[in-house]
């Protein structure tokens, strides 16, 4: 069961953009719409960010969109704030009837 | 307040075994599937195990024959037992639900953790 991909890291100055992608395979993100997207700050549990691909969860802000192409689902966060910096982690439901996470991507705002 | 309370965890040699506990509070335990999703300190997160409202395990290989996930819906609480422990099993143990959300494939609500280290 081997993770989904993330970059390390991306960064983004405050009002600007950026996206996270998330890579996996034709067996989990290629295969189904169950993709989440999770925000987590230190010390913190993850909170919920994105479900089902592209459907904002009740607390998320407009600024956060999700999407999918093939085996590749991605994160786009608009308006950069400072509270958006924080570890972000992708997890798709999978074929072996398991929950595959990627290995969480640094957001730091410049 | 839906709220994911843990107990539980604590140090443990390899071979080992140790439990970790989680109750749920506001809202219906016994409708909601319920996971396991480990992180040790600096790394990712990853998924260990969730067990369905009757009560019918599903794992990670990673800890499949060693780990046993269980719950007790009277209690409204789910447990994970954790027998034959690696040093490589220390990490944060979190658990979570889906409240709100269509589909038990995702954790919208989660407890503050329980730290398991398996040390000689």
């Known amino acids: 069961q081997s993770a989904l991909t993330q970059p390390a890291s991306v960064s983004g100055s405050l009002g600007q953009s950026v996206t996270i992608s998330c890579t996996g395979s034709?067996?989990?993100?290629?295969?189904?719409?169950?993709v989440a997207w999770y925000q987590q700050h230190p010390g913190e549990p993850p909170r919920i960010v994105v479900y089902?691909?592209?459907t904002r969860y009740m607390w998320t802000s407009e600024r956060f969109s999700g999407a999918k192409s093939g085996n590749t689902a991605s994160l786009t966060i608009s308006g950069l704030q400072d509270e958006d910096e924080a570890d972000y982690y992708c997890?798709?439901?999978?074929?072996?009837?398991?929950?595959?996470f990627g290995g969480g991507t640094r957001l730091n705002i410049l | 307040e839906e709220t994911l309370t843990q107990a539980g965890g604590g140090m443990a040699q390899p071979g080992g075994s140790l439990t970790v506990s989680c109750e749920g509070s506001g809202f219906t335990f016994g409708a909601y599937w319920m996971h396991w999703v480990r992180q040790v300190p600096g790394k990712g997160l990853v998924w260990v195990a969730r067990?369905?409202?009757?009560?019918?395990?599903e794992y990670a290989d990673s800890v499949r024959g060693r780990f046993t996930a269980s719950r007790d819906n009277a209690r409204s609480t789910v447990f994970l037992h954790m027998n034959n422990l690696r040093v490589d099993d220390t990490a944060v143990y979190f658990c979570g639900s889906y409240l709100y959300i269509p589909y038990h494939f995702y954790m919208s609500r989660w407890g503050r953790g329980a730290t398991v280290t398996v040390s000689s």
């Open positions: 997890s798709s439901y999978s074929r072996t009837s398991t929950i595959l």
């Open positions: 067990v369905s409202p009757e009560g019918r395990p």
């Open positions: 034709g067996s989990d993100i290629g295969a189904f719409d169950f």
């Open positions: 089902d691909v592209t």
